[in-house]
């Protein structure tokens, strides 16, 4: 009885831990949150989050031909300064790699034989 009284309070400052920590996240830290934690993401992390939050990236997408466009944008008209080729290509496979093109997200349209009746069209005949 003692014991689980003792193991349940354990339990709860173990679960503390990470709540705490989470508290004490750096701005860096919590700007580049929501990157996917895949090979390069802290370069992206350390070069793109400066001027705005990851979100901006993460809600893009683009094959590696597009993400180079939005970096040659801003390098041309926001800033962003040169990378290197070799960073610039470890950015680029991790960017078109984790947020690739995407297939259209919008649907076809129905068919005309599938679409709701008009009552306007019907009056009008
Ligand atoms: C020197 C500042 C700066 C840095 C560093 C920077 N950006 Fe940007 N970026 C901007 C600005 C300014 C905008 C426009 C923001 C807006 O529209 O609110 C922008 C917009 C974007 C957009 C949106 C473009 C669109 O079509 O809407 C993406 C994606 C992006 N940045 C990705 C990146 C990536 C990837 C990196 C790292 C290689 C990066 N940014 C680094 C300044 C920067």
Redesign the pocket.
């Known amino acids: 009885m003692f014991d689980r009284v003792k193991l349940s309070s354990l339990a709860a400052a173990a679960l503390a831990i990470p709540l705490l920590l989470d508290s004490s996240l750096t701005v860096a830290q919590q700007a580049s949150a929501e990157l996917v934690r895949e090979q390069g993401w802290q370069l992206?992390r350390d070069?793109?989050t400066?001027?705005?939050s990851s979100q901006?990236?993460v809600q893009?997408s683009g094959n590696r031909e597009v993400?180079k466009s939005?970096?040659e944008w801003?390098q041309a008209s926001?800033?962003?300064g040169e990378?290197g080729a070799e960073l610039e290509d470890s950015?680029l496979d991790y960017?078109a790699t984790n947020y690739g093109q995407k297939a259209s997200s919008r649907r076809q349209a129905l068919a005309p034989h599938l679409m709701p009746d008009n009552p306007s069209a019907a009056t009008e005949q």
């Open positions: 992206v070069n793109c400066e001027c705005h901006i990236i893009n993400w939005r970096i801003m926001q800033g962003l990378l950015i960017l």
